[in-house]
């Protein structure tokens, strides 16, 4: 090597996009706390401390509950992996990218699945999604809870009423929904969930919060065989975390300072109010977009408060807004994903960054970005968030 590259200083952004989100500045500290070896006693507690914090975010009595080392996807495999075994059917509901995902991995792992598919920036119709199944038998429905492609957020409750029709076990993706919007496994009867430590949760990306309740324990103790993703094994998993703590894999001891800090804090602040803030924060974002003549993708009931997908204007250059939110404000958002590559933005009001401040900051950085793209707002976004913001509940 002829020069030694310089010591990375990241610059400071604003992340506003659909993850990862801001951190909180205690959780930042955490993750620099000295590291641990993965079996050391003082780690192995604090691991029993997040497992008790988790289940009660989670409303999870079970203890099937603990953090796979990987992203939210990795905890999307894990449930699948372990759940499904090879000729299992599963039903799964998609209506936007990452139902597509839920489908394309069970697949991978040797399920028979069978989409019904809904339209992208709605939500699901549960009858279109029993439709799909008549006739079938099936061992998992799974669906997304909040489809951070579109914006939506589903209502669990009719999905939890099919699979029990069906007498499949319910699987939701909670990537994006757990810390910024009720979540309830034990009395919203989920069998099977997975989640990710860098949206709502705010801290950094690597780990992915799961549980398996009681009849999803039972389907994978039945298994003819062990799963195929021998990392992401939920029996050797479980033993880790809570068994012998027979070695498995050398977990990251500076994530798990990270997620038991990022878990103290939605504990501390309280569920309800946390999510009330979220509300009130996303009302307020999405009141300032119309302002300026923007259309949200989902409809007002079924948008999630966490993220709002807007509509770019045609004749704008999608890409060239975002570049400039980065380059002259430092705020990240998103853009589509697969066939709303090019025609979406994102804006993630996610955890530790839903706050009134970033609510004005996203809204005024756009209307300057876009007005350097020709764009003419129609009316003013700060005035009409900042009515929001003031408003009673
Ligand atoms: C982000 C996301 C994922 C994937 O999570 P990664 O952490 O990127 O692996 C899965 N499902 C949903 C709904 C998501 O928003």
New binding site residues.
């Given amino acids: 090597m002829k020069q030694l590259p310089a010591a990375l200083a990241p610059p400071r952004r604003v992340l506003l996009g ?2 990862p989100s801001e951190v909180a500045p205690s959780v930042q500290g955490a993750l620099s706390h000295p590291t641990l070896g993965h079996l050391d006693p003082w780690l192995l507690a604090a691991m029993d401390e997040i497992r008790a914090m988790l289940r009660a975010a989670l409303g999870a009595s079970s203890d099937w509950t603990l953090a796979a080392s990987g ?4 905890g ?1 495999e894990a449930v699948l992996a372990n759940v499904l075994e090879p000729g299992d059917s599963i039903l799964v509901g998609t209506c936007g990218y ?1 139902g597509a ?1 839920i489908a394309e991995i069970a697949e991978r792992h040797g399920a028979r699945v069978t989409r019904a598919e809904g339209e992208w920036g709605r939500a699901l119709d549960p009858e279109r999604v029993r439709a799909a199944a008549a006739g079938k038998r099936f061992q998992a429905l799974a669906v ?1 809870h ?3 492609s579109t914006g939506i957020l589903q209502d669990l409750a009719p999905f939890r009423e099919l699979a029990g029709e069906l007498g499949a076990l319910l699987l939701v ?1 909670a ?2 929904s757990l810390g910024c919007v009720p979540l309830d496994c034990d009395a919203m009867g989920i069998d099977g969930l997975w989640s ?1 430590t ?2 709502g949760l705010s801290c950094a ?1 690597g780990l ?1 919060p799961l549980t398996l309740g009681e009849r999803a324990r039972g389907k994978v103790a039945e298994r003819a065989r062990p799963p195929s993703a021998w990392y992401l094994d939920l029996e050797l998993l479980t033993r880790y975390w809570c068994g012998e703590h027979a070695y498995h894999h050398t977990i990251s001891s500076n994530l798990l300072y990270g997620l038991h800090e990022a878990l103290r804090l939605v504990l501390e602040e309280g569920l309800e109010p946390r999510f009330e803030r979220h509300r009130r924060h996303g009302r307020a974002l999405a009141a300032g977009l119309e302002a300026m003549g923007l259309e949200l993708l989902a409809p007002e009931a079924e948008r999630m408060p966490q993220l709002a997908a807007v509509r770019a204007p045609a004749g704008l250059e999608e890409t060239r807004v975002r570049r400039r939110m980065l380059d002259e404000h430092g705020i990240e958002i998103g853009g589509g994903l697969g066939p709303l590559k090019g025609k979406l933005w994102r804006i993630g009001l996610m955890g530790a960054g839903s706050t009134p401040r970033n609510v004005l900051l996203a809204l005024a950085a756009l209307r300057c970005a876009l007005a350097a793209e020709g764009f003419r707002p129609r009316g003013d976004p700060l005035e009409a968030a900042g009515a929001a913001l003031v408003e009673a509940p």
């Fill in positions: 659909p993850g992203t939210g996807s990795s999307m990452f995902r997304v909040a489809e951070t993706d990537v994006t990710c860098q949206k990306s992915a």
